[in-house]
């Protein structure tokens, strides 16, 4: 069990990811995201089966709050996906997520990781920012519906 950072919200524990987990992770991402963005089951399920695949669960009392899902090969990690419910939004349990998948990718020689955000998500785009992640361009179209996103790196070493 990894214990939260001091900034954290109480009672909140990082750990590993759980093939019991599956559902609730699903279930999170439907309710982080508009239907036509979240993941499928059978998406999220592929993912989590990508080399490299990790996923560091935020849990509140036995209850999954929040999760962030990674992959790496060789020196490049990306961030697949970091989903927070509401409710435990601006507790620093993003934040704590990040950290704890940053370590973990670096552990594995990670140097550098991607990621990509809606460019309309003003709250998303600072987080990322706040973390060091910086833009690197523009995916025109990227999400259904024709949104754009923005093409986010960062490096570790």
């Known amino acids: 069990?990894?214990?939260?950072?001091?900034?954290?919200?109480?009672?909140?524990?990082?750990?590993?990811?759980?093939?019991?987990?599956f559902e609730t992770l699903c279930e999170i991402d439907q309710a982080c995201y508009e239907p036509a963005i979240a993941?499928?089951?059978?998406?999220?399920?592929n993912?989590?089966?990508?080399?490299?695949a990790d996923c560091v669960i935020a849990d509140?009392?036995?209850?999954?709050?929040?999760?962030?899902?990674?992959?790496?090969?060789?020196a490049r990690g990306y961030i697949i996906t970091i989903d927070v419910?509401?409710?435990?939004?601006?507790?620093g349990v993003g934040s704590a997520l990040l950290a704890e998948a940053e370590r973990r990718l670096a552990s594995h020689g990670v140097e550098q990781i991607g990621l990509e955000t809606a460019t309309d998500n003003e709250?998303?785009?600072a987080f990322w920012q706040r973390h060091g992640y910086r833009t690197r361009g523009v995916w025109k179209g990227y999400y259904p519906g024709g949104r754009d996103a923005f093409a986010l790196t960062k490096a570790l070493r």
């Not at 993941?39 to 399920?45: A, F, K, Q, V």
């Not at 993912?47 to 490299?52: A, D, I, K, S, W």
């Not at 509140?60 to 060789?74: E, I, P, R, S, Y």
């Open 1 to 21: 069990m990894i214990h939260g950072s001091p900034a954290m919200s109480p009672g909140i524990r990082l750990r590993s990811y759980k093939p019991d987990d």
């Open 39 to 45: 993941y499928s089951r059978r998406e999220m399920r």
């Open 47 to 52: 993912y989590l089966r990508f080399p490299g």
């Open 60 to 74: 509140k009392d036995g209850k999954l709050v929040g999760f962030c899902l990674t992959a790496h090969q060789q």
């Open 85 to 91: 419910l509401e409710q435990f939004r601006r507790q």
């Open 123 to 125: 709250t998303a785009i």
